[in-house]
């Protein structure tokens, strides 16, 4: 094979004894009589076929494909490295396996941002920086030790780093990326969770900092997504260490939220009197933006091999992302642009109203918590985003339209076919996804579906796992298309970019895009990524009042008029990229910042 190539083997798909070796029968060079495609042998039980490795020196490489080809279970892929790729892995997890080249640099004093898919090696970055695993360099079989590691980084920003490391010298706290799994490691209230971290007796300000002092008598296993998140922010943060490691701060916070978990961590790493080094990978572009002083963009093939890029700016790394195309690099990473456009929204939402509604209330309980809709109108074929913080009625809202909530106020008599896709994804049925989803739609495989649904949705390579075996962003994407295979009057879907990376949230956000226009649907998009709703909506229903005691919702209105109203209440103000137009956060009591709030306009100056 050539040098710029590798062969990678995925052996949960290699299912041998379900085929019949096609790939190896296929082979040019082991037609020849050379042995390329080989059964592997080892840790295979008595009597059942062995899995198959490929040589990587006999390959052909990708111009020969054969055995991607005759593969029916699409396990294995052959890729041509980019040829900028002029070292050696810097891991390599097996012969076949994943291989990670280039490492993240931490910078005392300031924030590394990480930015990349699902799957690209970002884990496996953190676990070198964090002392926890020795890269070996690609050489699996003979792993090398810590010096040979520091002769390939002489030279280079981690140098000192890695010294220190290698040396003992540095400590490391870290917040998990799964925030749900936390209850099944620690069996306790938050306040035991806590105390254990409070190491530069700042825990008391982080509480209260982060609001949750509420839930501190409360059991780990009973408080919400959004709770848990703060907890794990404030445990990490709580900690004294030299690095940090934040594995996405975004999912279940709101845009207030987001804000001042982006704060803290910032604060810490400017504090005068420690260097710390914080590295934190975020799928909100806007956050991330934000919150980092230096930005690494990770890329490549999820699964198979990823690359970590030299520092960036964080506007040019954000841009050359969306862009598609690493300027430094020489690399397109992406077919095609993301772009933003000022919003034009489609003529036929002015059109004639799918849903006249009055005013609605709802209540919980003895008045716990109580939600007031002004009546208003959802057009035909528009996409109406929805905005608000955590726990101000955006879900009952959303169960009122789909049928499972009645008001106690008001009346939805309209006779209308809802499809509903809820916020939180529960599926306990052994099924798989192909079995599911073909029994939503008679469309399910079909040409137009696969195009319009399962291609942006990345849907091929989950078609044969059980709904229970799926992670949470690939239950996203399956419950997405669930909700658009309906054949409904009016979507609603409640925070589909909860656990997607920023490619799947692009996708996602086209796939629901295109299928509103393609098919003159109504869409309602409940989310926090204020990404997503730029690129989404036509007009916006703002939430407000008291998080958990009362909410209030305003009649559908413009994008501008409502994301200033949004945004006025957050006190944060937008303004659009010279070059891209992507929304950006102006950093608080900036010149931009303060002249936006002067002249009243927080959703991007005119």
């Known amino acids: 094979m050539a040098d710029d190539s590798i062969a990678v083997v995925d052996l949960d798909r290699c299912q041998p004894d379900r085929c019949n070796y096609e790939c190896a029968n296929y082979c040019p060079p082991n037609r020849t009589g050379k042995e390329c495609i080989t059964e592997r042998g080892e840790d295979t039980a008595e009597g059942d076929p062995d899995q198959i490795h490929i040589s990587e020196e006999l390959c052909l490489g990708e111009t020969c494909g054969i055995c991607v080809e005759k593969c029916p279970f699409d396990a294995i892929e052959i890729i041509n490295l980019p040829s900028e790729l002029e070292e050696e892995p810097v891991h390599r997890y097996g ?82 990326q799964y925030v749900d799994q936390i209850p099944k490691q620690f069996d306790g209230n938050t306040r035991e969770l806590l105390e254990q971290t409070d190491e530069r ?22 408080i919400s997504g959004g709770e848990l998140q703060r907890v794990a922010i404030a445990a990490c943060l709580a900690r004294d260490a030299d690095f940090y490691f934040l594995d996405e701060i975004t999912p279940y916070l709101d845009i207030g939220q987001r804000m001042v978990a982006a704060r803290l961590i910032q604060e810490l790493a400017n504090d005068e009197n420690a260097e710390r080094s914080m590295l934190v990978v975020e799928h909100d572009l806007a956050i991330l ?20 890029t030299d520092p960036k700016s964080v506007r040019n790394g954000i841009n050359e992302y969306l862009k598609g195309y690493l300027d430094n ?74 049928g499972s909530l009645e008001p106690d106020v008001g009346e939805l008599d309209f006779q209308l076919d809802i499809a509903y896709k809820p916020q939180y ?32 949705l990345q849907l091929d390579r989950i078609m044969e796992q059980d709904l229970v075996d799926l992670s949470g962003g690939e239950r996203q994407r399956v419950a997405i298309a669930a909700c658009l295979s309906e054949d409904a009057d009016l979507y609603v879907l409640d925070e589909p970019s909860a656990h997607l990376d920023v490619e799947q949230r692009v996708r996602a956000t086209t796939a629901i895009r295109r299928y509103a226009e393609n098919h003159d649907a109504t869409v309602m998009v409940i989310d926090h990524d204020i990404y997503m709703i ?8 703002v939430f407000d009042g008291e998080p ?42 900036s010149q931009k910042d303060r002249q936006q709030k002067r002249d009243g306009e927080y959703y991007y100056a005119p």
């Not at 941002?113 to 699996?140: C, F, M, Q, W, Y």
């Not at 007796?201 to 409360?218: A, H, Y």
């Not at 230096?294 to 091999?305: D, K, M």
């Not at 730029?534 to 229903?541: I, K, N, S």
Request: hydrophobic content about 35%; glycine content about 10%; charged content about 25%.
């Open 548 to 589: 958990a005691q009362r909410g209030h919702a305003t009649p559908p209105q413009e994008m501008r008029e409502g994301m200033n109203e949004f945004l006025a209440d957050l006190d944060i103000t937008f303004r659009r990229d010279e070059r891209t137009g992507r929304p950006r956060i102006n950093k608080p009591e």
């Open 289 to 308: 933006d934000l919150l980092a002083d230096t930005l690494h963009v990770a890329y490549g093939e999820p699964g198979a091999y990823g690359v970590i």
């Open 534 to 541: 730029d690129l989404l909506a036509d007009r916006l229903m």
């Open 329 to 402: 690099e020489n690399m397109r990473i992406r077919p095609s642009a993301i772009t933003f456009e000022e919003h034009a929204p489609r003529v036929s939402s002015k059109g004639t109203p799918l849903v006249e509604y009055p005013d609605l209330e709802k209540s919980y309980g003895d008045g716990e918590f109580e939600l007031h809709v002004d009546g208003g109108a959802i057009h035909e074929s528009e996409v109406l985003g929805i905005v608000g913080p955590n726990g101000i009625g955006k879900s009952t809202l959303a169960k009122l339209f789909a």
């Open 95 to 176: 012969e076949n396996a994943f291989a990670l080249y280039g490492l993240p640099t931490p910078e005392p004093g300031s924030v590394t941002g990480i930015l990349g898919p699902n799957g690209i090696g970002k884990s496996t970055a953190v676990h070198a920086l964090a002392g926890e695993r020795v890269p070996n360099l690609g050489d699996h079989e003979d792993e090398p030790g810590w010096e040979r590691v520091l002769d390939r980084f002489r030279g280079t920003g981690l140098q000192n780093y890695l010294e220190s490391l290698k040396d003992g010298e540095v400590t490391v706290a870290r917040k998990p």
């Open 201 to 222: 007796g700042e825990l008391d300000t982080l509480i209260d900092r982060l609001n949750i002092r509420p839930v501190m008598d409360q059991s780990i296993d009973s």
């Open 425 to 456: 994804i529960e599926i306990d049925q052994p099924m798989r996804v192909d079995a599911f989803l073909s029994s939503i739609t008679d469309e399910f495989g079909t040409s137009y579906w696969n195009t319009e649904i399962a291609q942006p």
